[in-house]
């Protein structure tokens, strides 16, 4: 009885002393704006511009993100995202052992929630940092849905130099709207966030505006 007190009144205090933090240090959705679009009448773009923080980083809506794309994106990253609270504690707790040993962050485990965390405020690979990203995943699932999250984790997703978001490199790189993408085009967008710099298709993203 006294254990099953004790494990009870820690996991009691975890909980007051994560809904103090999230109080004290809200989410920094500051860091999601997104580029002005001139759009026709049937809904393509015409034009486009450039963020506040200088990104190509056109939003799509969540109704907007094809069937096929979440789902080969979330077999990739994250199979159990729909069943998790935003960390993977098995995962976690196997990558946290692979790190110590290491002595480094070699492992990161992370969910899909944990990159949209990382993605809005992009930090070094620490282990402080990564219990901070913890903390906003946990943040995220508790104040958004997973739809929600996934429509982020969409809008931030990098795809090299100022090029932000699925939308944004489908038509920049590929010159289609997200739902006409082939599979074998959306394999080319999963691959590249994992190192956009080196992965990336296109060059000259710095203008001011795109035709």
């Not at 860091?31 to 963020?51: I, N």
């Not at 992965?199 to 993203?205: A, E, V």
Request: charged share 25%.
């Amino acid at each position: 009885k006294k254990i099953v007190l004790a494990v009870g009144l820690f996991f009691l205090s975890c909980y007051i002393l994560f809904r103090i933090l999230d109080r004290l240090y809200p989410l920094p959705l500051d860091r999601l704006t997104y580029s002005t679009v001139v759009q026709a009448s049937d809904g393509s773009v015409m034009s486009a511009f450039l963020s506040k923080d200088d990104k190509w980083r056109i939003k799509i809506e969540r109704e907007d993100i094809p069937e096929k794309l979440k789902k080969a994106f979330i077999f990739k990253e994250d199979k159990y995202f729909y069943y998790h609270p935003g960390i993977n504690l098995i995962a976690l707790m196997r990558a946290f052992y692979q790190d110590i040993r290491a002595r480094k962050v070699v492992s990161g485990a992370s969910t899909i929630t944990m990159q949209v965390a990382r993605m809005l405020t992009p930090e070094r690979r620490t282990f402080f940092n990564k219990f901070k990203e913890i903390f906003r995943a946990l943040q995220l699932e508790r104040h958004y849905s997973k739809e929600h999250i996934l429509e982020m984790y969409f809008n931030l997703l990098p795809y090299g130099g100022n090029v932000e978001g699925i939308k944004a490199a489908s038509l920049i790189y590929l010159h289609k709207m997200p739902v006409n993408l082939s599979p074998a085009e959306i394999a080319t967008l999963m691959l590249i966030p994992n190192d956009p710099n080196h992965f990336r298709l296109g060059r000259n993203t710095d203008r001011k505006s795109v035709v």
